[in-house]
């Protein structure tokens, strides 16, 4: 990779590819916590575990789940859905003790309330699901309404260490849990979105197609909602239940929903297909995902539409994915990020179209 193309607010950055002996496969979840690395390696149906932050371009995990051995990779271990299975997993969050993960294709959050330490360990808490042997959408299928405990496509997880909130991306809204569940099958205790925990139709001020959410310390909340290329913030995560949002990023208003505002380029203020953000110090990372870059916004918005104060990943604000360096190949840029986390002053981007991490230095 020509680490230029990040441009000066990163430095110190590397290449990871998690096993030497099979490595990442677009890899769209990433989250760092307590010292520890954790990667969903989407593509080979599996969660590494890493209990020190990887330093070389390659390195074994100390843990590996929904796969018993490193060179497994089939979707739910080739075998029924189980406790130990996993099929597309995707968003990921961890203290270091407790680990979530989103497992998507399967329809359910899975919850460790100890940090496995053995391949293939099984999880010990379902949410969207009756029990661990079943996988359907919304319980009875892709046709059937959603319910208080139901899941459809759930994409992206968050947690303070007490409360969760769930991206159920394919139900379009995102579910609320005050508390960690320690049984199968809770109900979620409110629903962002949606009038109530049954609706499943939407309007343009709310979550058309969430695929993560993230909450700072401060207690603003950011949805990715994907589809409308937009992020939606609450200045005040409890008024997310009630209300819209109070910010867009990446769009003027509530209604528009063009890719990168129809322009043809980008620009400091447009998004495109946006999956993930990162809160960071006192500002905001936005990850736009077809854009191949991280927009930085040192503070906050306050308005609709602002414009990023630094970009990651690309040359200038002007610059998209296909820019004329990638036409003889990604891997000179990063291509296609899927997912973004920090963890004290380092960056973590999850640069799926190229099969691998990146990791560097803030210097925002």
């Given amino acids: 990779m020509d680490f230029n193309t990040l441009g000066k607010h990163i430095s110190k950055a590397y290449l990871f590819r998690g096993s030497r002996t099979k490595p990442f496969l677009a890899p769209r979840g990433v989250f760092a916590a307590n010292g520890k690395l954790f990667v969903s390696d989407t593509g080979h149906n599996r969660v590494f575990i890493w209990n020190t ?21 089939g979707r739910n271990s080739n075998k029924k859905v189980s406790a130990s ?10 203290d270091g003790t407790t680990l979530m993960v989103a497992d998507a294709w399967n329809h359910r ?10 391949n293939g360990q099984p999880a010990d808490v379902v949410i969207g699901q009756p029990d661990f042997d079943e996988n359907l959408p919304n319980i009875k299928g892709q046709a ?51 009038p109530d925990l049954t609706t499943r139709d939407y309007e343009n001020d709310e979550p058309i197609w969430p695929y993560s959410v993230k909450v700072s310390d401060q207690g603003v909340l950011a949805i990715a909602d ?16 009630k209300n819209s949002a109070d910010v867009i990023i990446g769009q003027e208003n509530f209604d528009n929903a063009g890719q990168n505002q129809f322009m043809l380029t980008p620009n400091s203020n447009t998004l495109s297909w ?11 990372l936005v990850n736009d995902t077809g854009n191949s870059r991280i927009l930085v916004f040192d503070t906050i918005p306050m308005r609709n539409n602002e414009h990023a104060s630094k970009v990651i990943g690309r040359q200038d604000f002007k610059t998209s994915s296909e820019f004329k360096d990638n036409l003889s190949g990604t891997q000179n ?21 190229n099969h691998r991490l990146v990791i560097g230095d803030l210097n925002t």
């Fill in 53 to 73: 932050i990887p330093r070389t371009e390659f390195l074994e995990p100390d843990a590996i789940l929904g796969q018993e051995t490193i060179k497994a990779f």
């Fill in 85 to 94: 299975t996993l099929l597309y997993p995707s968003g990921l969050w961890s």
């Fill in 109 to 118: 959050v899975l919850i460790w309330h100890r940090l496995p330490k053995e």
């Fill in 144 to 194: 059937a309404n959603p319910e208080a405990n139901s899941l459809n496509w759930p994409y992206g997880i968050f947690s303070d260490g007490k409360s969760i909130w769930i991206a159920d991306t394919g139900n379009r809204r995102v579910l609320y849990y005050d508390k960690i569940p320690g049984t199968n099958f809770k109900k979620a205790d409110a629903v962002i979105g949606k």
């Fill in 226 to 241: 994907t589809q409308f290329y937009r992020i939606l913030l609450w200045k005040d995560k409890k008024d997310a239940f």
């Fill in 274 to 284: 946006t999956y993930d953000t990162c809160f960071h110090k006192n500002g905001i």
């Fill in 333 to 353: 840029a990063i291509y296609w990020p899927f997912s973004i986390t920090t963890y004290k002053n380092s960056l973590f981007i999850a640069d799926t179209g």
